[in-house]
């Protein structure tokens, strides 16, 4: 079995993310993160002894801005690169813990039908 989890930005989001892996890791499983470049999970879930793919995401500004039409083509672009991920690895279940990683994600993983889990 095979499991992705997508945990970016904080620890508030990567250490819940690899808690549950630990604990899918000691039933069997195969895990695999998906984070960004920019977030602490390019330095926690290594640490933690896990790989980690990394992909485009950006968050929306709450108000109508030009800068929104660029973190939706980096979305676009993030969706993009989930479903070559998906496609590569074949995970069993997909688990988004937070961060702006875990959208591009579960988008990707409901389109391909697979089981999501939020946290």
Do not use: Q, W
């Not at 990394?54 to 083509?73: C, M, P, Q, S, Y």
């Not at 579960?106 to 391909?112: E, F, N, P, R, V």
């Amino acid at each position: 079995m095979k499991a992705l989890i997508a945990a970016g930005g904080t620890g508030g989001h990567i250490n819940p993310g690899i808690a549950i892996a630990n604990m899918l890791k000691e039933k069997g499983y195969e895990i695999i993160f998906v984070g960004t470049e920019r977030g602490l999970e390019t330095d926690l879930v290594p640490k933690a002894g896990y790989d980690i793919k990394l992909i485009h995401a950006a968050g929306l500004k709450r108000r109508f801005t030009l800068e929104n039409i660029k973190v939706l083509l980096t979305m676009k672009k993030g969706i993009d690169e989930c479903k070559k991920i998906i496609d590569e690895e074949k995970p069993d279940i997909v688990i988004g813990t937070g961060g702006y990683v875990t959208a591009p994600l579960m988008s990707a993983a409901l389109k391909k039908k697979i089981p999501t889990l939020i946290h």
